[in-house]
């Protein structure tokens, strides 16, 4: 079971803007840093966001992340068809020391 | 350009050992990362399961730790991942990936391999 929770889907038009949440359920989430993966179908995940709000090199800046108490949110704005698939947040947890992902949520882009 | 690519049977019998390996292009492992395994099983989300240090460290899920075996082959530049006594509950997709060493993010994976454990 995901210490982390997101929806299971969300869905936009072509052009619009949606937002995932990412919610922790301990208080030391409140402290960690939050990193978003973005799988597409038969890819390979792929690092979207890492510490809250920084994009690796080569990631549009359509999306962005950013945190706030015990919740991460992953913004992306412009949908674009190929943004279908699947998007996990995850957090290094310092009890399991380890990492710990969300559920994913899969992104429909109607 | 870093790559890696999950190899390893994708059937393994219940009770049994599931092995799979992770060949690494374009960096050597001996150099300053984590090398992790990730799996998702039907229905469920990302789960980690562990990762090596170049140092031979390693840190494993408490949940699978007591069945769970990575290694590194710096010969290869390749890591593996054993599981013990596998059950029908961990077929699933499983990846390879780096993780940084200061860091919590895996910023390279592999593809996945669909492992399936059968009775």
């Known amino acids: 079971q995901s210490l982390l929770t997101q929806p299971p889907s969300a869905s936009g038009a072509p052009g619009q803007s949606v937002t995932i949440s990412c919610s922790g359920g301990?208080?030391?989430?409140?402290?960690?840093?939050v990193n978003w993966y973005q799988r597409l179908p038969e890819a390979a995940p792929k690092l979207l966001i890492y510490f809250n709000s920084l994009r690796p090199s080569g990631v549009s800046d359509r999306f962005s992340g950013s945190k706030s108490g015990t919740s991460a949110s992953l913004d992306i704005r412009g949908l674009q068809s190929e943004d279908e698939g699947d998007y996990f947040c995850s957090t290094w947890d310092v009890s399991l020391k380890g990492v710990v992902f969300g559920g994913g949520t899969r992104l429909t882009v109607l | 350009q870093v790559q890696l690519q999950e190899s390893g049977p994708g059937l393994v019998k219940s009770s049994e050992t599931l092995s799979l390996t992770c060949f690494v292009s374009?960096?050597?492992?001996?150099?300053?990362?984590?090398w992790g395994w990730i799996r998702q099983s039907p229905g469920k989300g990302l789960e980690w399961i562990g990762h090596i240090y170049h140092s031979g460290t390693t840190y494993y899920n408490p949940s699978l730790k007591s069945r769970v075996t990575i290694s590194l082959d710096p010969s290869k530049n390749e890591f593996s991942l054993n599981l013990g006594s596998v059950t029908a509950t961990d077929t699933g997709l499983y990846y390879c990936?780096?993780?940084?060493?200061?860091?919590?993010?895996?910023?390279?994976w592999g593809r996945g391999t669909l492992v399936t454990v059968s009775s």
């Open positions: 301990s208080s030391s989430f409140e402290t960690s840093t």
């Open positions: 374009g960096y050597s492992i001996t150099s300053d990362y984590f």
């Open positions: 990936a780096r993780l940084g060493a200061a860091s919590s993010w895996f910023d390279r």
